[in-house]
Structures are given as structure tokens and as C-alpha cells.
């Protein structure tokens, strides 16, 4: 999503495929992290603005178990947070490949 390049003024230039891994899991993050702030900032602006209160006007009504909105801000967050695991685990799995070896030492415990 981010790409080689995307926030290069922030990172030096990657000069090893585990870099370039780590370069990009970083670009991604930061591009899903600046969209998330600017839906929030942009929505709270807006509630900011469309729904002030004037002088006179009765306390809102309180609403209380919206059940559908509850699991939706907790299932949205939770689906970016396992998205950006994956990517973490995808990212680490290339920069650091297993082994194709055998152990340097082997214990055996009696």
C-alpha cells in the first residue's frame, strides 16, 4: 500500500532486503495511521460544528445500549490491529527467513 518511497524523507535508503521489509510495514503503517486520524479529526470536526449547542437549548437525550454501533467500534479496531499484525508478521518473516539448517546444538534432558 505505502510502497518503496512513499515517506523516504523519514527513512534513510534501504540497502538490504531485511530494510526494505521494515521499510515497507513502515510506509504502510503510516499511511493507515494518517487515513485514521483524518477520519477521526474530520468527524469530530464535524460533530463539533453541526451539533453545538445555543443558548436555551434542553440537555440532549442520553441513548444508551446502541448495540449495532458498540460492536461496531470494537470489531473495526480490532480487524486494523490484526491487519497490521499480519503485515508485522509477513514484514518480519522476509526481513528474518527461518533457517533451512540444522541446530548449532542440540540438548537432550533426562
Given at each position: 500500500?505505502?510502497?518503496?518511497?512513499?515517506?523516504?524523507?523519514?527513512l534513510?535508503?534501504?540497502?538490504?532486503?531485511?530494510?526494505?521489509?521494515?521499510?515497507?510495514?513502515?510506509?504502510?503503517?503510516f499511511?493507515?495511521?494518517?487515513?485514521?486520524?483524518?477520519?477521526?479529526?474530520?468527524?469530530?470536526?464535524?460533530?463539533?460544528l453541526?451539533?453545538?449547542?445555543?443558548?436555551?437549548?434542553?440537555?440532549?437525550?442520553?441513548?444508551?445500549g446502541?448495540?449495532?454501533?458498540?460492536?461496531?467500534?470494537?470489531?473495526?479496531?480490532?480487524?486494523?490491529?490484526?491487519?497490521?499484525?499480519?503485515?508485522?508478521?509477513?514484514?518480519?518473516?522476509a526481513?528474518y527467513?527461518?533457517?533451512?539448517?540444522?541446530?548449532?546444538?542440540?540438548?537432550?534432558?533426562?
Open positions: 500500500m505505502g510502497g518503496a518511497g512513499a515517506v523516504q524523507a523519514f534513510p535508503v534501504a540497502s538490504s532486503p531485511q530494510a526494505r521489509a521494515i521499510e515497507e510495514l513502515f510506509n504502510t503503517t499511511v493507515v495511521c494518517g487515513i485514521i486520524f483524518a477520519v477521526v479529526a474530520g468527524l469530530v470536526g464535524y460533530a463539533l453541526k451539533f453545538r449547542g445555543k443558548d436555551g437549548d434542553a440537555p440532549p437525550k442520553q441513548i444508551e446502541h448495540t449495532r454501533l458498540e460492536l461496531a467500534w470494537t470489531i473495526v479496531p480490532l480487524l486494523i490491529v490484526a491487519w497490521i499484525f499480519l503485515l508485522t508478521t509477513r514484514a518480519m518473516n526481513a527467513p527461518p533457517a533451512n539448517r540444522a541446530p548449532d546444538l542440540t540438548v537432550t534432558a533426562h
